[in-house]
């Protein structure tokens, strides 16, 4: 006993995970498990975390941290937390990471920055990155210190939100706190600007970041050049690309494969230019990244010199190699030769992951073949592979475009078999049965969902509606689209738009229009396409009547009806299809109009119309530039609209 508290005494930096496991055991055969305190158990956790790619490290680490609290007695702590939402982290498992930050605030155990900065990082990665301001101001309210990994994980959430405006935001708040940003900041930031930048002057404001991190004696890396030369790789502007490339080739920063891709210099080419010209010594990420850019080019005799390359330098096939290997066999709808890599792979010791497993099972499912898809499903699972997600969605998604409806519905039973499906996998499934015309599968469908406590909303109402419209079945669209607002959701704007073309397309122009009056209705302000394409269509089959109602509906509401008059009358022109009425429309409209206005008014519910519609004009009114006058206003309230499409 006295050699293995010796042993947890010591620092357990480095140790091999396996090494750890067996020690831990004998304390638990031995009953010595109450010698660890909560250090020693956030070493011996910080082991298993550093080596979570080897199969089983996921649950030992749950068994060591239930073990703590429910065995040892002791309690975890913010050190605690922090390295089992880096596992979760690392596992892409956003609910975890959220139960443990839940399980902090219910234990009053105080968040540090590290926690922070995983949840920031986790919600920048796999949710809603809005959130990210929120968990900013969560810390300043809780006086919780940030540093440059908070803004640099600030900068990630923005990136993927697509935010400059917020990435600036950040930036200021972070020198007004006396932060001064490094290398990884300073990239991170540049991303957010560059990766949105549409033109030159855009991309300058990168441009001038790096001239104030150079004022500040920061250089840039290659990583910053990349940034930058892929920016203008995607504006075409391979010009200023290589003008960039001699910058940095003058400042001594060698390039990389991703570098010479950006100035058009991928493949083998690119391999032999590192190596030679630039006297380059290629990563193994350098040899699998040109591999790929030859195989994508259909050059698969450079793929193989390539290959050949990276064995003679030292470096044997990783996971990232075979997987790029494999693809190009299953691209090529090879999948006897991707079998044959995923064999020779297992002979090499390389242990697939899940991406690899999705590949081929997608590969399998592509071609029908279900039962071999399924092999591979129960061979992951066996080497302790998690059937995550990414994996189930993919196996859907993939089944869900086969012609034939069944083998979707038989992949979704094979999986339910072996875990919970999640909502994306029920709606995907929900979309493909809604275009086989069959209403009873699809209510056995949301039953299922019902049954794993999937909340049935308006996106799983989206989902059979477009299915239903793709399949051409629309009144089984309607039928559920009426049940959608018969429990109370209401469409979106995007639902709205796709069912009024679908009926357009379809010919159905009174529904077409009837669709168009939900748009008032649900209090949803139209687009300028919406617009547009109503009014041309009323314009293309005559119904001149709506066009007008519509024009006059949009008048009173604030909109430039004449602009949107004009350009119909532009497209008329263009198109020699338009057809004058031979009495004055204006005259005949406001006519009918009138009659229907009084008609309306008799109507009971009406009241309600009108605080509908009164909404819909605090709406539009948001995004109008023209004030309505009191008459308009006037108009407005007599005016309501109506649902008709059953």
């Not at 357990?12 to 909560?38: F, P, S």
């Not at 030992?60 to 239930?66: P, R, S």
Request: glycine share 4%; with cysteine; proline share 3%.
């Amino acid at each position: 006993m006295f050699s293995i508290q010796i042993l947890f005494s010591l620092n357990t930096e480095g140790r091999d995970a396996e090494d750890v496991w067996r020690d831990y055991k004998t304390l638990i055969n031995t009953n010595n498990l109450d010698i660890l305190d909560v250090t020693e158990f956030n070493r011996i956790l910080g082991v298993f975390v550093r080596n979570l790619s080897i199969p089983g490290v996921y649950g030992k680490m749950l068994t060591i941290f239930q073990d703590m609290r429910d065995l040892a007695k002791v309690k975890p702590d913010e050190s605690t937390y922090n390295i089992m939402m880096s596992m979760y982290l690392k596992r892409k498992d956003l609910k975890g990471i959220n139960i443990c930050f839940g399980d902090m605030q219910k234990q009053k155990i105080i968040p540090n920055t590290i926690t922070y900065n995983i949840m920031i990082k986790a919600i920048s990665k796999f949710s809603k990155p809005d959130t990210a301001m929120t968990l900013y101001r969560e810390m300043i309210e809780r006086k919780i210190k940030r540093n440059e990994k908070t803004f640099t994980m600030l900068f990630c959430a923005c990136s993927i939100k697509r935010d400059v405006p917020l990435a600036h935001q950040f930036y200021n708040f972070m020198l007004n706190e006396g932060l001064q940003p490094d290398i990884y900041t300073y990239n991170a930031y540049i991303n957010v600007i560059a990766r949105n930048a549409k033109d030159l002057t855009d991309l300058q404001k990168a441009i001038d970041v790096i001239k104030q991190m150079k004022e500040k004696g920061i250089k840039p890396t290659l990583v910053t050049y990349n940034i930058l030369i892929k920016g203008l790789q995607t504006m075409g502007k391979r010009t200023e690309a290589l003008h960039l490339f001699d910058q940095m080739e003058i400042e001594g920063v060698k390039p990389n494969s991703s570098t010479l891709e950006g100035i058009g210099i991928t493949g083998l080419q690119a391999l032999l230019k590192l190596r030679n010209t630039y006297k380059v010594t290629p990563s193994h990420k350098d040899f699998n990244t040109c591999m790929d850019q030859a195989l994508k080019e259909s050059k698969y005799n450079d793929a193989m010199e390539i290959l050949s390359h990276m064995q003679k330098s030292g470096f044997k096939p990783n996971v990232s190699t075979y997987s790029i290997l494999m693809n190009a066999h299953i691209r090529q709808n090879d999948m006897f030769r991707a079998m044959e890599l995923f064999t020779a792979m297992k002979n090499d010791n390389v242990e697939p992951d899940d991406y690899i497993y999705a590949s081929l099972i997608d590969g399998f499912l592509a071609h029908n073949n279900v039962e071999q898809a399924f092999k591979l499903v129960d061979h992951m699972l066996e080497s302790k592979v998690e059937l995550n997600k990414m994996t189930v969605n993919r196996l859907i998604d993939t089944a869900s475009k086969s012609k034939d409806p069944r083998l979707v519905q038989r992949v979704f039973e094979r999986i339910e078999r072996l875990t919970v499906p999640n909502k994306d996998a029920c709606e995907r499934v929900l979309w493909r049965i809604a275009q086989s015309y069959d209403v009873y599968a699809v209510e056995k469908y949301l039953k299922i969902m019902d049954k794993h406590n999937h909340m049935i909303n308006r996106e799983t109402f989206t989902a059979i509606i477009t299915g239903a419209s793709k399949g051409g079945n629309l009144p089984q669209a309607r039928y559920w689209y009426n049940l959608m607002i018969k429990r109370g959701i209401a469409p979106d704007h995007m639902l709205l738009s796709m069912i009024i073309r679908a009926h357009a397309d379809a010919k159905e122009i009174d529904k077409t229009l009837s669709f168009w009056n939900d748009f008032h209705y649900f209090s949803i302000a139209p687009d300028d396409d919406d617009i547009m394409y109503v009014l041309k269509l009323c314009a293309e089959t005559n119904h001149w009547k709506d066009e007008i109602r519509i024009l006059g509906q949009l008048k009173e509401l604030g909109y430039d009806a004449d602009s949107y008059k004009e350009k119909i009358s532009e497209k008329k022109q263009q198109s020699n299809d338009g057809i004058e009425p031979k009495t004055d429309p204006d005259e005949e409209y406001y006519e009918e109009y009138g009659e229907y206005l009084k008609a309306r008014l008799a109507n009971k519910s009406v009241i309600k119309a009108k605080e509908r519609m009164q909404k819909w004009v605090w709406n539009v009114a948001k995004i109008s530039s023209q004030r309505m006058d009191d008459n308009a206003k006037i108009r407005v309230e007599q005016w309501t609209p109506y649902r008709k499409h059953d």
